[in-house]
């Protein structure tokens, strides 16, 4: 059964803990849009920053295409986004359980199973339900949602296959000076590793 925490405090999550690495005591926050907050009964949403760990940060949305429900479900940081059917998930136990079997699956599909064993596995025995992170996050989502809404009323694509699609998406949002006003969500994912390695080798 998964730990829910919808506020939890910083004491409680490093206490005890001081041997490990941050990866491994740092709750997985969920960002949940306010529809999929109505829809799964998560109560009241707090305000949280970035994760440290960016990998175990994400953000949710729920939308229809072709009159059935599906779920987004993007890297906050990076956008890299899957998408999953949100029919029966109708409570937030369900709603964790789903999303992050999604996440794992279609991060293995893609090749990247060292990313989910080393910086999104040890987060996930605690989710933290919060709010949006801002606006930017909000609007380049909604752009996702748009081409994801295409891709599955086109023809006959499964939504795990859609997020191999909206990975390959051009982005203003995470673009890098070397981007040139662009950049794509499987790049900017892959990309936060370096970072995550830098961070746990005490690098600045």
């Given amino acids: 059964m998964w730990d829910v925490a919808l506020s939890p405090k910083p004491d409680e999550i490093t206490e005890g803990n001081n041997n ?22 998560a109560g009241k949403l707090t305000e949280m920053p970035l994760d440290e760990n960016p990998y175990a940060d994400w953000s949710c949305g729920l939308f229809t295409a072709d009159r059935s429900q599906y779920t987004i479900l993007s890297n906050t940081k990076s956008l890299y986004s899957c998408v999953m059917f949100g029919k029966c998930i109708t409570d937030d136990s369900r709603f964790i359980e789903r ?20 910086f999104i596995a040890p987060s996930r025995s605690t989710v933290s339900f919060t709010k949006a992170l801002n606006r930017t996050v909000t609007g380049s989502m909604n752009e996702l949602v748009m081409a994801a809404i295409h891709s599955l009323e086109s023809g006959e694509v499964a939504p795990h296959d859609v997020g191999f699609y909206l990975n ?12 040139r006003g662009y950049g794509k969500p499987k790049e900017a ?6 970072r995550c390695q830098s961070s746990d080798n005490g690098e600045g």
């Fill in 99 to 118: 999303a992050l079997s999604t996440i794992r699956e279609f991060i293995e599909d893609d090749g990247q199973a060292f990313v989910y064993q080393k």
């Fill in 189 to 194: 994912f892959k990309a936060l590793a370096d």
């Fill in 168 to 179: 390959d998406l051009l982005l203003s949002a995470i673009a890098t000076k070397e981007d």
């Fill in 20 to 41: 490990l690495d941050m990866h491994e005591y740092k709750p997985m926050i969920l960002r949940l849009s306010q529809k999929l907050n109505t829809k799964i009964k």
